[in-house]
Nanobody, 116 residues
Framework: QVQLVESGGGLVQAGGPLRLPCAASGMIFSINVMGWYRQAPGRQRELVAGITSGGSTNYADSVKGRFTISRDNAKNTVYLQMNSLKPEDTAVYYC??????????WGKGTLVTVSS
């Protein structure tokens, strides 16, 4: 089992920054990829950014150049640094850990609201 706890959400003005940490615990050695997803009201959950155990990253086109995903292995934490936020970034942001045959895990989510 892997447990994920997100934090850092809140209300921010358009153009501002916000950083979301996701702390992982449990069978973290089994994690291959960690990622951030988001779900806006009335929309499907979508991938925002992902990072592999080797440090490779990928981003949704809508956030490229504005968001950065990183990991601190010593703290078992993945971060999503969000800059130049837009109202359309408003969503519940979920942390995800993909652990192959051991399963796919989700945090409970943290709400980000960007005001115009």
């Amino acid at each position: 089992q892997v447990q994920l706890v997100e934090s850092g959400g809140g209300l921010v003005q358009a153009g501002g920054p916000l950083r979301l940490p996701c702390a992982a615990s449990g069978m973290i050695f089994s994690i291959n990829v960690m990622g951030w997803y988001r779900q806006a009201p009335g929309r499907q959950r979508e991938l925002v950014a992902g990072i592999t155990s080797g440090g490779s990253t990928n981003y949704a086109d809508s956030v490229k150049g504005r968001f950065t995903i990183s990991r601190d292995n010593a703290k078992n934490t993945v971060y999503l640094q969000m800059n130049s936020l837009k109202p359309e970034d408003t969503a519940v942001y979920y942390c995800n850990a993909e652990a192959g045959l051991r399963g796919n895990y989700w945090g409970k989510g943290t709400l980000v609201t960007v005001s115009s």
